[in-house]
């Protein structure tokens, strides 16, 4: 966890934080980091679900006619698209530092709290995106190596520094980093990238807009307040929850492919089908509802679309296991 | 705003103990990976040698 100020003996994060400090007290301020805050620029929970997305991508590609590699390889390619998609993390939190600071969700990070400088993280994300791309082309394959290095540009460049203070499709194009890593898996364990990562890769990218909108609609104010033009701040929330909507049938489409195209069976078609439909009702809940129960409503979505996200990706290897 | 502290900051006993844990940590780390990709390694010679033309 990270560090309280409280149990600091010379320093109290009452003084500047590491980057409002000369070169010569830079150092001895930065010494205030514990692994476990580094570990938190890598965005643990974002990266849990990366790791998740990106082993379900390689465990259906294991059970295709590429094969699969040997378990080592598999959990080596695992580890470095982990760490990968966690350098982004990094990179992510050394550029919006400024905007951090300004957030009730990220003020207490490392960077805007004074744990870690800015050169630290940029240091950090920049050593563990170069490491774990060259480590995955070497001990994996090129090809998944590439898609990793586009995956972390995508991410850190045109997300965080291109679109994300410019346009309020920021999300939408944006959410393209976040659908590569099951492409990714399926390219380690495979060489190849096939039809059905394809589609996963669809299902998150227009998930994406839907959930991260919910949070938007919740958080609209500070958004405002930081000029960030998040879709609720630029469209106004009437716009955004029909937006919703749309992309909520959009997804829910592209999630019932796979069986419609014979890549999953009967278990995965009844399975996403319900799935998807809780997430278009809660979204035309979202719709409709009054001011009052706006909030609520974006609340229990947001939280119902990262379990949505989950049990669908689980119902694909589900799907083999059980066989119909 | 670059600002000075105010007083000279000092290697308190508390900060070299947490250097020292970070570079504990750094170490298992590096050994961890020293040691999975020496296994990997392993893995990929082998199956070229299992492939290998006779």
């Known amino acids: 966890m990270a560090n309280n100020s409280t149990d600091l003996p010379v320093f109290d994060t009452s ?6 400090v000369s070169d010569a007290t830079k150092e001895i301020v930065s ?18 679900l990366v790791v998740f997305t990106t082993l379900i991508g390689m465990i259906m590609a294991s059970t295709g006619a590429d094969g699969g590699v040997h378990p080592v390889v598999a959990f080596t390619a695992l580890l470095l698209i982990a760490l990968g998609a966690g350098a982004s993390g990094a990179l992510n939190m050394w550029y919006d530092a400024d905007i951090d600071a300004n957030m009730e969700r990220t003020r207490t990070r490392p960077i805007p709290s004074g744990r870690i400088s800015k050169d630290s993280a940029l240091a950090f994300g920049l050593t563990l995106s170069a490491g774990s791309v060259m480590c995955l082309g070497v001990f994996v394959n090129w090809l998944s190596a590439g898609l990793l290095a586009f995956t972390i540009f995508f991410y850190a460049v045109v997300y965080t520094v291109w679109l994300k203070r410019h346009t309020a499709q920021n999300i939408v194009i944006g959410g393209a980093a976040g659908a590569f890593p099951p492409v990714v898996g399926w390219a380690a364990a495979t060489g190849t990238v096939d039809v059905l990562p394809v589609l996963m890769f669809a299902i998150i990218f227009f998930w994406t807009p839907p959930h991260f909108w919910a949070l938007a ?19 106004g929330s009437k716009n955004t929850r029909f937006q919703i909507l749309a992309y909520s049938l959009v997804m829910a489409g592209f999630a019932a492919l796979p069986a419609l195209l014979g890549h999953a069976g009967l278990f995965y078609a009844l399975f996403s089908t319900a799935l ?21 409503a974006s609340k229990a979505l947001f939280a119902y679309s990262i379990l949505y996200l989950f049990l669908l990706f689980a119902g694909f290897p589900a799907d083999k296991l059980i066989g119909i | 705003m670059k600002e000075e502290f105010e007083g000279t900051p000092e290697w308190s006993d508390e900060l070299l103990a947490r250097r020292r844990k970070r570079a504990a940590v750094m170490g298992w780390v590096l050994a961890g990976f020293v040691v999975l990709f020496f296994l990997v390694t392993v893995v990929k010679l082998g199956s070229n040698i299992v492939q290998r033309a006779l």
């Open chain 1, 15 to 20: 003084v500047p934080r590491a980057d409002d």
């Open chain 1, 31 to 48: 010494e205030m980091a514990s692994a476990a805050d580094y570990f938190e620029l890598l965005k643990p929970r974002v990266m849990s």
């Open chain 1, 217 to 235: 609609l919740l958080k609209n104010k500070e958004y405002t307040e930081n000029n960030i033009p998040m879709m609720p701040v630029v469209a």
């Open chain 1, 276 to 296: 998807s439909a809780v997430f278009v009702v809660m979204s035309f809940w979202l719709f409709i509802a009054t001011d009052a129960r706006q909030a609520a």
